[in-house]
Every structure is written in C-alpha cells, then in structure tokens.
C-alpha cells in the first residue's frame, strides 16, 4: 500500500519557522517526486515546492523562494520542508504528494494542480500574530 504521511504541524508563532515532514512508504522513493502543497481556509491549493528523490534537485514556486528550504533522507524514505519568517496567512493544511512523473509533479507545483498519484491526509499549520 502506498502511503505518505505528513507530520510536524501545530501552533508557531509569527515570524519563526517549521519544519514539516513527509514519511513514504509503499513505494520507491528514488522512482518518485514528492511535492508540497497548501490550502488555506477558503482558498484553493496551491504548490510549494517539490524535490526529485533519485538526484535530490528542487524546485520552489516564486512566491515561496527565500523562505522554502526543501530536503530529503532517502535512507528513511522522508522529505522535509522547511518554512521560515512565517506569517499569519501561512496557516492552512500542509499536504504531500508523490508522482512518477516529475513533469507531472512540477506543473502542479508551478501551475495548475491535476491529477497526482498519491496524496497524504494533510497536516494543519497555525500561525498566531
């Protein structure tokens, strides 16, 4: 069974950082591309980032550049993403996903989000002012 599961959610406080992890299993992960992903309350998802785990190389959509740091253990199967200087309109839920197919994964990230293989349930970020 394909899984991923996401953890390191809660309440920050604005103007400090997180860092969110996403656990794979069920599949290769050096056959994949995970991608991070939000939706705030009452808007759509939107695409953060995302890092190809058979050479490690990512990508971040413009409007998170400078703030995303996006790494991987491929030993333990988990792709961190790292947020900093948050903001209150940071909150939302924070959802990975994978896809064995990098071009399918980027243009979610950098355009219009289709489908995806596989989806976590999400974990939720509050960010207090």
């Known amino acids: 069974e394909v899984r991923l599961v996401e953890s390191g959610g809660g309440l920050v406080q604005a103007g400090g950082s997180l860092t969110l992890a996403c656990q794979v299993s069920g599949v290769r992960f050096d056959d994949h591309t995970i991608g991070w992903f939000r939706q705030a309350p009452g808007k759509e998802r939107e695409g953060i980032s995302c890092i190809s785990g058979s050479d490690s190389t990512t990508y971040v959509a413009s409007s998170f550049k400078g703030r995303v740091t996006l790494s991987s253990d491929n030993f333990a199967n988990t792709v961190y993403l790292q947020l900093s200087r948050l903001k209150p309109e940071d909150t939302a839920t924070y959802y990975c996903?994978?896809?064995?197919?990098?071009?399918?994964?980027?243009?979610?990230?950098?355009?219009?989000?289709?489908?995806?293989?596989?989806w976590g349930q999400g974990t939720l970020v509050t960010v207090s002012s």
């Open positions: 996903a994978a896809d064995s197919k990098m071009e399918r994964m980027i243009t979610a990230v950098f355009g219009t989000i289709g489908y995806l293989e596989v």
